[in-house]
Every structure is written in C-alpha cells, then in structure tokens.
C-alpha cells in the first residue's frame, strides 16, 4: 500500500511543479503595453502629451530611432508650447476614444505668438544659422523657430540624446510634456513607441511549486518506507499447511498384535541406546563434557556473521544511508524551485502603505502659479552656468561670458578680462560654486522674464564664502543669465524663503508693503555712505551695513592720504560719489512678509589737478596704466567700482533694521579725462 501512496504523491507534486512552472511559461502574459505614434505630415518637432504618456498605469518607456542624433526632452507643458509657438511641428494628443490623434500645428505669426503669451517677446525673424554647440549653449537666441536646436535649452526639465535610437524611461506627472527632434532644421523622427510596463506577477507559481516540493519529498518518504519493509518481511512466503487434528492417547492393548509389537519393539531399542550413551561417558569428567545451558549456542545472526565478516549494526546502517542519499535530491528540488521564484511568484503580504505622519500644511494661494524651475532643474543650470563662465575666464572669451552673465555682472567681468590681457599676473576671477546649492527660490509665474534666486557654497573650503545670485530668464528661447552676484558675509543670517516647490513672487519696485521700497534702497545707503550718521537713513540699517559704509569712506580717506604722502595735496582734488546704477532692483519676498533686495551701486572717485601746470600721475597704479593706456593725465582721472548688494529688507512696521547679506566689490572702469 505504501507503493500506492508513493506513486500517488509523485503524481501529485508533477502536477503542481508543472502548474506552477506553467504559470510562469506558457501561461503568462506579455510584459509590456506598447502604442506607436503615426506621423502622417513630417515637421520638426514632435510636442506629446502628458495624457499620452498616462494613458496606462506605471513609467513610460520612449522608443525613438531615426538616422542621425535624437534629440528629446520633457519640461512643463506650458513652457514647451511658448518655446514652438513660431516652429512648425506634430502635436500628439489623446482622443476622446483612446486612440492617439497627431495635429499638425502650424508657426503662428509674431503678433500672435506675442498675443499668446503677453509678457513674452518673439523671437526676431533672421535666417537660421547653422547648429553649433555655441548656438545650443545660447538657446538660439532670436532665430526663427525652423532652425532653433532644442538642445541646451533651460526650459527642459530633463533631456535626452543619442544617435539613431533613443530609449527613455520617463515617468512624468501631469501637465509635462515631451519634445522630440533631430537639431531642429530637419524633420523630426517618425518611428516613436511608447511602451507601459504590465503586472506580469504569478502569486501562486511560488507557492504551487513549493507544494510540488513538499509533495514530492513525502513521496519519497513513502517509497523508503515501503522497500524498507518489503526488506523486513523477507521477501514472499509460502502458504503454510492447514491445521492438524488434536493427537490423544493410544491405547495399545486395542490395536492389532502386529502393530502393538512393533511399538513396543521401538520403545525398547530407545531406552537401550540411552543406557548405552550414558555408560560410555567418564564419571570424572561428566559435567566437563556435558554440555549446559550457560555455553553458547550457535544462532542464525551468528551464522551470518561467520558467512559475511560484517557486524550486525552495519546492516541497519547502510539502509539508514541509502535513505538519507534518496532525501538529499528531494531537498534539493524544493530549494532550487523555491530559488528560482522571483518576488512576483508570491504573495505580497503586508504590503500595504504605511500612515503617513502628520506635517505641516502648506497652504498656497488659489492663484499661485507654478515655479520657474525646480530645484533639480535650477541646480543643472546653475552647474551650466558655472562651466561657462569658468571657460569665459579661462580663455577671458566675453561673448561667451555673455551667454551667461548679464548686467553688472557681465560689466564686471567685461573690465576683468581687459586687465588681464594687460596685465597677464592678475589672478582669475574665482569659479561659481555648484557644490552645494542650499537655497532654491524660484519666481512662480507662467510668463518672462523669469528669476531664480539661489545661495550655493563649496563643500570641505571654510575660506570660500557663500555666494547668493540671482539669474534671469528673458523669453522662452533664451537661457538663464546671472545679473547679481555676491559673497555672503560671515556673520549675515539668511531670511527664512518659500520651498522651491512653491517658489514667489517679485515685489514690485515701489511697493509700499516694505520697510523701504526696492526703488530708494540704493539711493537711500548712498546717503548713508556719503554722510555716515549725519544721514536720516543711519538707523535703519544694521551693524554690518554701517561696517561697510564705514569701510568705503576710510577707503576714501586713504585715497587723499596717498596724495598727500606723495606732496599732491597742494596740486590735487579728489571728488568722491556713490549713486545707483543703471540696473533695475531684483526683489524676491520671504516668508515674513519682508524681501530680499539685489541693488547695485557705482562709487565714483574723481582725481584732478588744481593747476594748470600739474598732471597726475599715475605712478605705480598698474591698473590704472593698464585701462587707460597712458601713465599720466594733464586733466585729471575717474575710478569707478561697482559694488553688488544683497540686503534683506523686513516688510512695513516691523522693528527689525534692513540687514546686508552680501556683496561685491568689481572695478568697473578708469578713464582720463578729456
């Protein structure tokens, strides 16, 4: 019977191993959804949408191929239709039936891209050059959207290239769209899928398989116990006689004199050989050589001993072997099917998710719009940003620092590299730090221009301070450019911001919400430099601004002092002024209702003679020789430096003093006067 149960159980675990093993051949589905977009109408660019790529649950997987380098990016949905408003190109929606439906969309006019986005100027309609990295590092600034190469462009969220075939695993959110091109004067690639990844998981392959498993190795239990004892019973036995009848006395006087003497003829033959046996034995040695029942007697185990040379217990030990030998491939086979099982092969038990802990809220207003960038997207460009002007710095190359730097940034290193062709010993200009970016505050807004203001610091270098810039995005076909840019002081504190996720708003230049409104605070610590605590200004600012009022004055006082050391005084006058300059204030509200305030200001230090016999020299002033070219003037010289100002300005009403954050010191120019 044990044979029976044996085979039964091998049947069974055959069945579930091989349903198991099916569930995760045979019977499984594909892994993967795909759709590929049919372009009937070539253009140059391709704009999906997000409903395209949410169409089916889980990340989306972009197959492009095409000859020659693909180009594709994802970035705000928004954003990407301001960038092809004056670009033809094949727009891919949803349709109402899930079908895919490709529009061609035509370049609007510049009135009416203008008209789309209001605050937005179009591009200017010149021939379209032909693609260069410089061009893709610009954006392609003011070119005609048939040939603007999308490649480098500050809008994208993230980008993508490769040649011929471009694969890319996305899982954008809603209202992010895709853009697809070659470089943006040739047709864009017609041979594009999207794929979705499908739940191709088999909870009961696992479990099946380990039954079939376990199954199986009972079978094998039985099929042991079974030869086992077959091997015990010795194989098959004869059918034994029947039984006999019981034996009773024979009384010999009733039986016939011929048998009864051949009875009692034997009975006498046995006693005299009885009496014989025991007459031959010595009386001596009777109980020597009789045998009793202390001494051993042969028995079957002992014959087999004899015969074979094995003990006993090495019989029971080989079966037990044998058996342990037939259990190993058992436990084998469940392990290596229990292995071979992904996670997808079992039950996901207690995956639930788990509460989430309360937060703080965050509430933004209804008509908040989304921020310039994220803070991913602002630390790439940042990064871009700072490779750029460090090769402008390396090469001292101002049209390429002018694809970065804008305003009195740009000024700044506009007389930077004129002094170092000059004077070739005048040390670089340090790199912008991209290390660590602590602050993100993005302007949130759908419209240009767009500003970003950032604080970022190099890691493992105490002596290198923080830097705080802001960075200005004009229209949707030009990159970020840094316009303010500063060192932030040692002991300034930097006010609390929105996350960047939220990004803010610009305040405007008169606003009446501040302390001081953006437009008077430059003029306003103009008249505190000038007049020290005489000015009416002296108390609203803080101990670190009055420092470096304080510190532009002494610089002052060591000009004349050096004329004076050099017998000048008598023949000399020196004329000092600090007025705003010609850029506008950048100001970005914090969190307590107060500002964050970019000005800059130019001081003015004029040297004439007070005869018309005298001239100035220049003497060992080598910057001064180097910008004008000369080394002395018969009427006279003007410096002027350039000094960028981060403050941070409390709103109206509030006790606190407007606090200096940042600054920078640049000479701006020297010119003799003519």
């Not at 920078?664 to 006067?673: G, K």
Request: hydrophobic share 40%.
């Amino acid at each position: 019977m044990r044979f029976v149960w044996a085979v039964v159980a091998f049947v069974l675990a055959a069945g579930l191993i091989g349903a198991g093993i099916a569930q995760r051949t045979i019977f499984m589905g594909p892994s993967t959804q795909k759709v590929a977009v049919e372009v009937d109408e070539p253009a140059p660019f391709v704009l999906m949408d997000a409903e395209v790529l949410r169409e089916n649950a889980g990340a989306q997987t972009l197959l492009i191929r095409g000859e020659g380098d693909i180009f594709a990016a994802y970035g705000r949905t928004a954003d990407m239709e301001a960038w092809l408003a004056d670009a033809d190109y094949n727009h891919v929606t949803l349709g109402g039936d899930g079908e895919l439906d490709v529009e061609f969309v035509a370049a609007s006019s510049s009135d009416e891209s203008a008209g789309e986005t209001p605050a937005t100027p179009a591009p200017e309609t010149t021939p379209a050059p032909e693609s260069t990295p410089t061009d893709a590092a610009e954006g392609s600034e003011a070119v005609e959207g048939a040939g603007r190469n999308p490649a480098g462009s500050d809008l994208w969220l993230d980008s993508f290239s490769e040649p011929d075939r471009l694969i890319a695993d996305l899982q954008v959110p809603e209202g992010v769209s895709v853009i697809i091109a070659h470089d943006g004067t040739q047709d864009a690639p017609d041979d594009i899928s999207i794929s979705w990844p499908l739940d191709t998981s088999t909870p009961l392959a696992g479990p099946l398989m380990a039954a079939g498993g376990l199954v199986l190795l009972v079978g094998l239990v039985l099929y042991v116990l079974a030869i086992r004892h077959q091997r015990r019973g010795r194989g098959p036995r004869r059918k034994g006689p029947g039984p006999l009848p019981a034996t009773e006395p024979i009384e010999l006087s009733q039986l016939p004199p011929a048998e009864r003497s051949v009875i009692e003829a034997g009975d006498a033959d046995r006693s005299g050989d009885a009496d014989r046996s025991g007459a031959a034995q010595p009386s001596g040695d009777s109980e020597a050589a009789a045998p009793t029942s202390d001494a051993p007697r042969p028995d079957a185990d002992a014959d087999d001993t004899a015969q074979t040379g094995r003990r006993p217990e090495m019989r029971t030990a080989a079966p037990a072997r044998r058996r342990r030998m037939l259990a190993f491939p058992a436990l084998a086979l469940t392990a290596l099917l229990a292995s071979g099982c992904s996670a997808d092969s079992w039950p996901q038990l207690g995956s639930a998710s788990p509460t989430p802990s309360p937060t703080p809220t965050v509430i933004a207003p209804d008509n908040q719009k989304p921020p310039a960038v994220t803070e991913a997207q602002a630390k790439r460009i940042l990064q871009e940003v700072s490779t750029t002007v460090a090769d402008a710095d390396a090469a001292m190359d101002i049209e390429l620092a002018k694809t970065r730097l804008d305003g009195p940034a740009l000024a700044a290193r506009t007389t930077e590299y004129a002094l170092r062709t000059a004077v070739p010993e005048t040390p670089v200009p340090a790199a912008i730090p991209t290390d660590d970016v602590e602050v993100v505050l993005p302007e949130a807004t759908d419209r240009w221009p767009r500003t970003v203001l950032l604080l970022s610091k190099t890691e493992g270098d105490d002596t290198v301070p923080p830097v705080i810039l802001t960075m200005t995005q004009q229209d949707p076909w030009s990159n970020y450019k840094i316009s303010n840019m500063a060192e932030m002081s040692a002991d300034a504190v930097f006010p609390d911001v929105a996350a960047s996720w939220l990004g803010t708003s610009l305040v405007p230049d008169d606003s009446a919400f501040l302390s001081l409104a953006p437009a008077e605070l430059a003029a306003t610590y103009a008249d505190v430099v000038d007049a020290g605590e005489q000015s009416a200004s002296y108390g609203l600012f803080d101990e670190i601004s009055l420092n470096l009022a304080k510190s532009i004055r002494d610089s002052r006082q060591a000009v004349v002092q050096n004329l004076a050391d050099n017998g000048a005084a008598a023949t000399s006058q020196t004329a000092f002024d600090i007025v705003p300059a010609d850029s506008a204030p950048v100001s970005m509200t914090t969190l307590g209702s107060g500002a964050i305030v970019a000005v800059s200001l130019v001081d003015t230090e004029t040297v004439t003679p007070t005869s018309a016999d005298a001239v100035i020299r220049f003497g060992e002033n080598v910057q001064a020789k180097a910008l004008t070219g000369v080394t002395e003037s018969a009427k006279g010289v003007t410096t002027k430096y350039e000094f960028q100002l981060f403050f941070s300005v409390p709103a109206q009403g509030s006790t606190e003093q407007i606090r200096l954050l940042a600054v920078r010191q640049d000479l701006l120019s020297v010119e003799v006067i003519k």
